[in-house]
Nanobody
Framework: QVQLVESGGGLVQAGGSLRLSCAAS????????MGWFRQAPGKEREFVAA????????LYADSVKGRFTISRDAAKKTVYLQMNSLEPEDTAVYYC????????????????WGQGTQVTVSS
């Protein structure tokens, strides 16, 4: 199993920045991709960004391209999501997830999930 713990959420004004972290432990050798998803109240969980653990290939949702950057520190087994130019529409619980097989934006393909961290952007 893989355990994932997110941190870094909080309250920020529109236009501000936050950096989320996701620390992985357990059978991390089985991880191929790490992804970030988010879920706003009353909405379905949606893909935000993903990165392949070894090669660093990335995927982004159109809504965050140019504003968010996903990165990883393999030595620390940690994935980051740098979020700039935040908008009220970015308010959600952000989840970290891991996938064993592919770089994908489909939440159904991810095997393990963190508990989530709240991001609130005020207008």
């Amino acid at each position: 199993q893989v355990q994932l713990v997110e941190s870094g959420g909080g309250l920020v004004q529109a236009g501000g920045s936050l950096r989320l972290s996701c620390a992985a432990s357990g059978r991390t050798s089985s991880v191929y991709t790490m992804g970030w998803f988010r879920q706003a109240p009353g909405k379905e969980r949606e893909f935000v960004a993903a990165i392949s653990w070894s090669g660093g290939r990335t995927l982004y949702a159109d809504s965050v391209k140019g504003r968010f950057t996903i990165s990883r520190d393999a030595a620390k087994k940690t994935v980051y999501l740098q979020m700039n130019s935040l908008e009220p529409e970015d308010t959600a619980v952000y989840y970290c997830a891991s996938d064993k097989w592919r770089l994908t934006l489909s939440s159904a393909q991810y095997d393990y999930w963190g508990q989530g961290t709240q991001v609130t952007v005020s207008s």
